[in-house]
């Protein structure tokens, strides 16, 4: 069994911000998700784990966008009517890690909330970041690393650009 591949894969606003202030993103309509290599990301990924307000969030989107992939949730609280495949878990954000890799997932969506995204880097299980940056400053907004995330370094894979000025960036974390 290989090393899981822990790859948060996002968009941003030039300040960082990864949604509104309400939990919105409108501020993406105009970026389609094709442009930013989500279809064949999605088809390399095992698992996707990610916490509550963000799985909220998603089931707002209406019909479950993962299905037939194994979905972890961080939440305290349980979830209603949960799609197939989907999962609540609590507590230590290293310890799921370490349950995800013993299941033999290769690559792991971390998608996200910041808090989840935060409780990875201090785990030591955040190995890509692939962003589309978006030229818009949200100004208030939930920002990609939260207050208290630990520092870690990045390298640079690549950086495209698309279509309205954004970017399509690839990073890995520093050896």
């Known amino acids: 069994m290989g090393k899981t591949i822990w790859h948060c894969h996002i968009a941003i606003s030039l300040d960082g911000k990864i949604a509104r202030a309400d939990g919105s993103f409108d501020w993406l309509e105009a970026y389609p998700p094709q442009e930013f290599g989500l279809e064949p990301f999605l088809a390399k990924v095992d698992a996707i784990l990610m916490g509550r307000d963000t799985y909220e969030a998603v089931r707002g989107f209406g019909d479950w966008p993962h299905p037939g992939k194994p979905t972890i949730v961080m939440t305290n609280r349980p979830l209603e009517d949960a799609p197939a495949g989907v999962e609540a878990r609590s507590g230590d954000l290293g310890g799921v890690a370490a349950e995800l890799e013993a ?58 650009r698309r279509s309205g000025g954004a970017l399509h960036v690839v990073y890995k974390r520093a050896q």
Do not use: H, N
């Open 103 to 160: 299941r033999g997932y290769r690559c792991v969506w971390v998608e996200g909330g910041g808090q989840v995204i935060r409780g990875m880097v201090a785990a030591g299980k955040f190995d890509v970041l692939e962003m589309a940056i978006v030229p818009i400053v949200l100004g208030d907004g939930i920002p990609l690393f939260p207050s208290g995330t630990p520092s870690f370094g990045l390298d640079l894979v690549s950086c495209e």
